[in-house]
């Protein structure tokens, strides 16, 4: 039978780095992993393109997918939706590929309980001072959106240990290293202990 695949989730308070660190590990021409894209109901950025960074939806599209269960999880997150096509997950990780979800700490709880078995990883900022003012730097917010998402990434930070690894983003590069190894670490381990059944089954 076709090992399943890991389901790797990636997750952190908003301005840490997701984003970043996601487009470097697929940036690599060696990387491991499958991403998995979202959709949203947020409109495209320049140079964004459908299909590739997300599935670009309207708020009725995306409301027939939740009705229609066809998300593994899904958010509001500052006035739009995001979620995850379930199909595309399942189909891959059966094929015995590893699947890399990049989302925010809501949609990462709800996988939590679909897909225990799964690698939760969080991205962490080196201190409250860089999160805000990486937040700051990128542009993006109002001085009242930055506060909000500061005050939220307070409450995010305090459940990083329900996550089963914590990587540090103090630097682009080695939070992908960081996060390579341990998924090769995870792989190791739990080839072993399934070895180790497989054993104790032919025993019986
Ligand atoms: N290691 C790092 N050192 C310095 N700046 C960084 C680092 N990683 C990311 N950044 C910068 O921090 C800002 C926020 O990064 P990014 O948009 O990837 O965060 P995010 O966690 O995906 O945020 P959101 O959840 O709000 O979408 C960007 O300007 C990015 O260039
Ligand atoms: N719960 C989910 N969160 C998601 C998903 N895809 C992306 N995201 C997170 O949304 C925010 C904002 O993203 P942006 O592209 O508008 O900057 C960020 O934290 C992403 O990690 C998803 O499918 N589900």
């Known amino acids: 039978m076709q090992e399943k695949g890991l389901l790797i989730v990636l997750s952190g308070p908003s301005g840490v780095g997701k984003g970043t660190v996601r487009k470097e ?8 992993f499958e991403y998995s894209v979202s959709a949203t109901t947020r409109l ?9 960074d997300y599935f670009f939806k309207t ?91 500061m005050k939220a990434a307070r409450e995010e930070i305090e459940m990083m240990k329900l996550y089963d690894y914590v990587v540090e983003n103090d630097q682009v590069e080695l939070a992908c290293e960081r996060i390579n190894s341990i998924v090769v670490a995870e792989h190791c381990r739990r080839e072993r202990v399934q070895y180790r059944y497989k054993k104790m089954l032919e025993v019986d």
């Open 59 to 149: 708020r009725e599209e995306f409301e027939k997918m939740i009705q229609e269960d066809r998300l593994l999880e899904f958010a509001e997150y500052v006035g739009n939706y995001y979620g995850t096509p379930v199909d595309y997950v399942r189909e891959t990780l059966d094929a015995g590929k590893d699947v890399f979800l990049e989302i925010e700490v809501q949609g990462a709880s709800q996988v939590r309980k679909k897909f225990p078995e799964g690698l939760f990883i969080f991205l962490a900022p080196p201190s409250l001072s860089e999160l805000e003012n990486r937040i700051v730097t990128r542009g993006t917010e109002t001085e009242e959106i930055v506060k909000s998402r």
């Open 25 to 32: 590990i697929f940036s690599q021409p060696d990387t491991m």
């Open 44 to 52: 495209p950025r320049e140079g964004e393109v459908n299909g590739v």
